[in-house]
């Protein structure tokens, strides 16, 4: 056992990053979110990095895992489920709530919960190994298959708020937001977050897209806020411009209703977003892409399992994203650089983010990150802004420590509650 690789010391820090008023069917952005940043040091004195969710009970989690992981190997990725699981203690009494926090990400379990966590310290495992041997994370994942990731545009609708991108409340303000992400990032696909106003008016900001973009790949994701009706409307309408339809509708059932009924091919990150899911939604033919999350599906190498099972399936596989730093673009890119069968830009919420903890933020290029082949995941941490964001969350009274966009939205409409259509 080589002693370098011993960890020993884990470092979380919770920390609070701005986030523009961007809406959804939940609500709407706060104007600062929880995340948090896991450093792994190795008793070789080198420091791997990860990134999660910073919410409470994925603090509440972290904690005694981080506790118990001295003493263990880095290379012990494997081990860190049942590290986790042991450590865990009994499930919170809201943890097994149905959905999660933000009613965004599909069903909320203690078992997701604590992948979430895992996923961060797997990801700082693997960095820390990688910079000790000399080796990018993509390498200990089997080796890249391609050296340059693609991402969407992620669109919103969004308030005006204090960052300098304005408001996007109609098809035009849409068609603005895309022109500049198309001018800035080159990315080539577009996909709008939609269940915020009512159908037909997303259907217009479809038709504006593909006007200004003709031919580029269009997607439109409600976050299940339709019923199967309006889906299969929204499917006839759109069907000559769609790559895909994102959850149009909550649960399997309803997504494999409307997969039946339309040649529009359904896409999740809501129905499919655990092993337990997939037997049910893959016999029914809900969805014909998966958008994994490493952060909720457990980690790297279980992307990886995801992936082998899809490619057995006929599935296709692609990436979700929720508001993010470069720690997890990092760890998205070197995994999806390891995935064969990618047919599909990845979404990235990063270009939506102004602060950063890592020293340099990524560029994209023609919509494209370059997949790093320095040691581990090519990122290093900006101790300085990671300070400042932690100082934010310490002096936080806890209005922002637990993502709740429906109580900012209510902040400015107090009788404001979700649409469904
Ligand atoms: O942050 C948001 O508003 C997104 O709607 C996010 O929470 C979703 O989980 C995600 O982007 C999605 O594709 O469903
Ligand atoms: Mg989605």
């Known amino acids: 056992m080589d002693a370098k690789l011993i960890v020993d010391e884990v470092r979380l820090t919770p920390i609070l990053i701005s986030d523009p008023p961007l809406l959804n069917t939940q609500g709407v952005h706060q104007p600062f979110t929880p995340r948090l940043v896991v450093e792994v040091i190795t008793r070789g004195g080198v420091s791997g990095l990860g990134e999660t969710y910073g919410d409470g009970v994925y603090l509440g989690l972290a904690r005694p895992l981080a506790g118990a992981l001295p003493g263990r190997m880095v290379t012990d990725v494997n081990g860190l489920f049942a590290l986790a699981a042991e450590t865990a203690g009994a499930p919170r009494q809201d943890a097994d709530a149905g959905v999660d926090a933000s009613g965004l990400r599909g069903v909320r379990t203690a078992d997701k919960l604590r992948l979430s966590v895992v996923s961060a310290f797997e ?5 820390a190994l990688g910079k000790t041997l000399g080796l990018p994370v993509h390498a200990l994942l089997g080796g890249k298959v391609r050296d340059e990731v693609e991402y969407s545009a992620y669109l919103f609708h969004k308030w005006a708020g204090t960052d300098d991108w304005g408001a996007a409340l109609d098809p035009a303000g849409v068609v603005a937001q895309a022109r500049r992400f198309d001018r800035e990032y080159g990315f080539r696909s577009f996909k709008l977050k939609g269940g915020v106003f009512e159908p037909e008016r997303e259907i217009a900001a479809i038709r504006a897209l593909a006007e200004a973009f003709p031919g580029r790949p269009l997607r439109l994701d409600p976050n299940g806020a339709w019923s199967v009706e309006t889906s299969l409307a929204v499917a006839r309408e759109l069907k000559d411009v769609l790559e895909y339809l994102e959850d149009p509708a909550s649960g399997t059932a309803a997504m494999a209703e409307i997969a039946a009924r339309t040649d529009v091919p359904l896409a999740t990150n809501m129905c499919v977003t655990t092993f337990e899911e997939i037997p049910r939604a893959f016999a029914e033919n809900a969805v014909r892409i998966v958008l994994c ?5 457990g980690g790297l190498h279980r992307t990886r399992e995801l992936a082998a099972l899809c490619r057995t399936f006929g599935v296709g596989l692609s990436m979700h994203s929720n508001t993010h730093l470069g720690i997890s673009l990092a ?3 070197q995994v ?3 995935l064969p ?3 599909h830009a990845c979404d990235t919420h990063y270009p939506w983010q102004t602060e950063d903890v890592v020293t340099t933020r990524p560029v994209f290029r023609a919509g494209r990150l370059a997949v790093s082949d320095a040691p581990g995941l090519g ?3 900006d101790r300085e802004a990671l300070a400042v964001l932690h100082r934010r969350w310490l002096e936080d009274d806890g209005t922002y420590r637990d993502r709740d966009d429906a109580a900012a939205m209510r902040a ?4 404001w509650t979700p649409s469904r259509w």
């Not at 400015?412 to 009788?415: L, N």
């Open 412 to 415: 400015v409409d107090p009788g």
């Open 293 to 297: 999350d490493h952060h909720y599906w």
């Open 341 to 343: 069968g990618l047919h």
């Open 331 to 333: 760890a998205m890119t």
């Open 123 to 127: 990801t700082a495992c693997l960095d």
């Open 379 to 381: 990122v290093d941490l």
């Open 336 to 338: 999806a650089a390891t």
